[in-house]
């Protein structure tokens, strides 16, 4: 279970990663409390999922969800450049990502 809330943590991060860029430097007021409440799920979620997680872990996979969930909708929103490196990045972090909760008992 406490992956599964791990993952939804990871999931807010992207939110609110993304979300910074629509408040305009918190400039747009809904924009703006959306991304707030979205850091706050995420780190609350977080901290659930450390309950039982390693830290090391749990911050590792959280950190690479946000990254490879805002990288994505980066391209796909924003334009951003979709190039081999930079999806062969992301597949080094879903490797990474993988890695981890293989090697976690919890």
Do not use: D, H
């Amino acid at each position: 279970m406490n992956w599964v809330v791990l993952v939804f943590a990871g999931l807010f991060e992207i939110g609110w990663a993304i979300g910074l860029k629509y408040t305009e430097g918190f400039t747009r007021l809904w924009p703006s409390v959306a991304t707030v409440l979205a850091m706050i799920i995420s780190i609350g979620l977080l901290g659930l999922a450390m309950k039982s997680l390693p830290v090391g872990t749990a911050y590792a996979i959280w950190v690479g969800i946000g990254a490879i969930g805002t990288v994505v909708l980066g391209i796909v929103l924003f334009g951003e450049p979709a190039n081999t490196l930079r999806i062969a990045s992301l597949a080094l972090i879903v490797a990474g990502i993988i890695g981890l909760k293989l090697g976690t008992a919890a």
